[in-house]
C-alpha cells in the first residue's frame, strides 16, 4: 500500500526554516501536487518523502512502516519509490531499452524478467518502436517519456515527480500532462507530483496542496481551491484574479476606489473587507451594478480581454471570445458579476502585494 503519513514534519536548513509542522496524508493511488511559488519548499518536501534529505523534526511512513522519524532513517533505495526529476537525466550512451533496463540490471534480474517488464513499459509511454534509438535521437518528449518509463519499470507503488514537464514546450507539456494522468490511473499508483504551475496541477491533480514560505495554505481538489479558497494567497494563485477594498454593510459592498459604487452581498462578512473578483466573472450587462468606462480592449480569439475604469479603479473584464463585439475607447459601459470572493480585511493583502513587488 502506497499511502504516505507525514506526522509534524519541519526541515530547516541553518536558521532557514523551509517546512513548517507539515501534516497530511496521501491516500492510496491518489495524485497529490505540491504546488507553490518557487522557493516554497516542495523539492525539499519530495527529497523528505524519497529519502535524500532528512527532516528536522517529525515522521515520514509509506504504508505503514516508519521511513523517517526518531532513530529510523529508511535509505531511498530501499523504499520502493520511482522518481522523475525537471532534467531528463537519461544516459547519453545507452539506448532507450538499456536506459529504462537499468533498474532491473542493477537488480541482477533474469534477462527474461527484464526484456518482458521494459517492453510492457515502453508499451505504457508509447516508445515500444524507439527502443534501439539513443537519446540524442529523440525529441525532449521522447526524452523524458524514456525517464518516466525508466522510473516505472521496477513497479514502484508510488511515483515522485518534480517538474518533469518544465523544460519542454507548450504544447508537449499539455499532451504530457493527459499522459502522465493516464499512466496514472492504468496503474493505479500513488503519485507525488512538484509544479509551479497552477494550470498543470488544476489539470491533473485529484488533490493540491497549496504551499507557501513552507506552510500549506490549503489542501482540496482543484475545485475546492479555485471555487473555495481559503486566503488571498490562495485566490491570488490560483486564476486570475484581482483584488479591491470594500466596505460591507446592509446588505452591499461598497468600494470607495470605485467612487462609492457598490455590488449586492448577502454574506456574513461585515465592515472592511477584501473583495477578490476574477475578471471571467464579470460581464457586459445594461442593467449590471457598476458603471465605468473602457479604456482598452483586446480580442485574443478564446476571450476578449477589456479594462474598464470605474471611479479610480481600472477593472479587468474577461468575456467570451464568441460574445466579442467592438466597443470604442472612451464608451460608457455598464458591468454585471457573476460571482465574487468575500475575505475579512486582515492586512494578509497588503503583505502579500509587498512580498510579490
Ligand atoms: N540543501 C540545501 N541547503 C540549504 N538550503 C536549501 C537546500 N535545499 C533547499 N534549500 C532552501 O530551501 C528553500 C526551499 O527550496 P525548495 O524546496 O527547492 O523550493 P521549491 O522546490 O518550492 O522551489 C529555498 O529557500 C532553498 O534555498
Ligand atoms: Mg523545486
Known sequence: ????????????????????????????????????????????????????????????YIGDQLVSGGKT?????????GMVFQSYAVWPHMNVYDNVAYP????????AEIREKVNRV?????LAQ????????????????????RALVAEPQLLLLDEPLSNLDAKLRETMRFEIKEIQRQLGITVVYVTHDQTEAMAMSDRILLINRGVVQQSGTPEDIYNRPANQFVADFLGKVDFFKGESRDGRILFPAMGGQSIPYDGPRKGGVDVAIRPE??????????????????????????????????????????????????????????????????????????IQT
Open 281 to 354: 466573472n464579470l460581464y457586459f450587462a445594461a442593467d449590471g451594478p457598476l458603471s465605468g468606462t473602457l479604456e482598452s480592449q483586446y480580442y485574443l480569439g478564446d476571450v476578449d480581454d477589456c479594462r474598464v475604469r470605474v471611479g479610480d479603479t481600472l477593472v479587468r473584464v474577461i468575456v467570451n471570445g464568441h460574445e466579442y463585439k467592438t466597443l470604442t475607447p472612451g464608451q460608457p459601459v455598464r458591468l454585471g458579476i457573476r460571482d465574487f470572493m468575500v475575505f475579512e480585511d486582515d492586512g494578509l493583502l497588503e503583505q502579500m502585494l509587498q
Open 130 to 149: 524507439y527502443a534501439r534509438r539513443f537519446p540524442n535521437q529523440l525529441s525532449g518528449g521522447q526524452q523524458q517519456r524514456v525517464a518516466l518509463a
Open 104 to 111: 532491473l540490471t542493477i537488480q541482477k534480474k533474469s534477462k
Open 1 to 60: 500500500m502506497a499511502t504516505i503519513t507525514i506526522k509534524h514534519i519541519t526541515k530547516a536548513f541553518g536558521d532557514n526554516v523551509v517546512l513548517r509542522e507539515f501534516n497530511e496524508t496521501f491516500g492510496d493511488g491518489e495524485f497529490i501536487t505540491l504546488l507553490g511559488p518557487s522557493g516554497c519548499g516542495k523539492t525539499t518536501m519530495l527529497r523528505i518523502i524519497a529519502g535524500f534529505e532528512k527532516p528536522t523534526s517529525g515522521e515520514l
Open 73 to 81: 532513517f529508511i535509505p531511498p533505495e530501499k523504499r520502493g519509490i
Open 122 to 126: 515502453l508499451d505504457i509511454v508509447h
